[in-house]
Nanobody, 117 residues
Framework: QAQLVESGGGLVQAGGSLRLSCTAS????????MGWFRQAPGKQRELLAT???????IYTNSVKGRFTASRDNAKNTGYLQLNSLQPEATAVYYC???????????WGQGPQVTVFS
């Protein structure tokens, strides 16, 4: 079964940047649809961005212009660049994939991102 392993979370000062990586095992990644989510304490999980198998991205308004999602299918890896971070961005960040329509069925472990002022 495919797995997703995330890296790149941590502690950053307000205004700073982080890059999250999400590496998939198996051969299905290059045809998978990818999503990036976050869940802040006491809040519901929020979809931030989606990346099609061909690299087309769509962002939610709350992160448009500050976060950039991308993927390298040759490396089985997706990326989320987080720029101009503010304390309200503190959350657990997840990558997820799915094949075709329906729900995301493979999830990363969710590294913590903490932004301090």
């Amino acid at each position: 079964q495919a797995q997703l392993v995330e890296s790149g979370g941590g502690l950053v000062q307000a205004g700073g940047s982080l890059r999250l990586s999400c590496t998939a095992s198996g051969s299905s990644f290059r045809t998978a649809f990818m999503g990036w989510f976050r869940q802040a304490p006491g809040k519901q999980r929020e979809l931030l961005a989606t990346v099609s198998s061909g690299g087309v991205t769509i962002y939610t308004n709350s992160v448009k212009g500050r976060f950039t999602a991308s993927r390298d299918n040759a490396k089985n890896t997706g990326y989320l660049q987080l720029n101009s971070l503010q304390p309200e961005a503190t959350a657990v960040y997840y990558c997820a994939t799915k094949i075709g329509l329906g729900k995301y069925d493979t999830w990363g472990q969710g590294p913590q991102v903490t932004v301090f002022s």
